[in-house]
């Protein structure tokens, strides 16, 4: 009788061990067939059949963190292929790779594993999030953070809030984008061009910004603190209230730049940049000028 209890626990066990595995084995088999058919589409003359491709690879992401890293290479690579060359004049940037961007970026990085968000040359010129609102009312905030977005066109795109921290951006075209709120600290900026564009409020603490042009950019109230400007083109931006304690300004044109309420202490320049700019009573200047 204790034996053939046994044997019947010992049966029900494999019989449900099994029906896991064949379960397994079935959804393994439901992804991949997901997964082939939504890369078919994205070869689609019909951009509404290419976006049913990227968003099914989406969803394919969100439901299968093993595969995410493959879906959000093929989806990088997908990008830099389609949004090579800037849209015609008059055009906005094609649907699909907009919708593309929004992918990669409100995708879930702790799933990325040794992924690295590719985006070098892309030229994605006015191009915004399109922010999807969750049910609990929160705007999805756009992570891009250690994206290679060297040499990309961004200028004048709506980047809101967007996490870019320890993004290289070097040589990028940033000119006139809204990155009000954003977060880029330790981005490397080398001789990005960040000219007219809206960064109030943005923390780009630590960041490289050497030999960048951000002249008439709006950095009201920013963190700066230990960045490195030096020689950077920082001519007629505003600068009110922004942090900049610590930051390297060695060489940075700061003619007509506005530092009203900005904190410089400790920070590397001379007295006759800032003699060349716009300070009041609330600018906090390093303790010794040369």
């Keep these: 009788m204790v034996v053939a209890s046994v044997v019947a626990v010992a049966s029900l066990w494999y019989s449900s061990v099994q029906a896991q595995d064949d379960r397994a084995l079935l959804r393994e088999g439901q992804i991949t067939d997901r997964y082939t058919a939504a890369v078919g589409n994205l070869d689609a003359d019909k951009v ?3 976006l049913g491709g990227i968003y099914a690879l989406e969803r394919i992401m969100q439901d299968s963190p093993r ?11 997908y990008l830099r292929a389609h949004a090579a060359k800037p849209p015609a004049k008059g055009q906005q940037v094609r649907a699909d790779a907009l919708a593309v961007f929004t992918v990669l970026g409100t995708r879930d990085t702790t799933h990325d594993g040794d992924f690295r968000l590719d985006l070098r040359r892309v030229q994605l010129p006015r191009a915004e999030f399109i922010h999807a609102i ?5 705007l999805i905030r ?25 993004a290289d951006l070097s040589h990028a075209d940033l000119s006139g984008t ?8 330790y981005a490397s900026l080398f001789r990005a061009d960040l000219s007219g564009a809206n960064l109030s409020h943005a923390d780009l603490s630590g960041a490289v910004s050497s030999q960048a042009d951000l002249s008439g950019a709006d950095l009201p109230y920013a963190d700066l603190s230990g960045a490195v400007f030096s020689h950077a083109d920082l ?6 209230g922004a942090n900049l304690s610590l930051a390297d300004l060695s060489g940075a044109d700061l003619s007509h730049a506005d530092l009203s309420g900005a904190d410089l202490s ?4 001379t007295r006759k940049q800032v003699d060349s700019a716009r300070v009041d009573g609330e600018t906090r200047l390093p303790a010794s000028l040369s």
């Design 235 to 240: 001519s007629g931006a505003d600068l009110s």
């Design 48 to 50: 509404e059949v290419r």
């Design 266 to 269: 400790d920070a590397k320049l």
């Design 178 to 185: 809204y990155l009000s709120g954003a977060h880029l600290p």
């Design 142 to 166: 756009a992570d891009l953070s250690g994206a290679n977005l060297s040499h990309a066109d961004l200028s004048d795109a709506d980047l809101l809030r967007t996490n870019l921290s320890e």
């Design 67 to 77: 595969d995410h890293p493959t879906i959000a290479n093929v989806l990088a690579t």
């Design 134 to 138: 969750p049910d609990d009312g929160k």
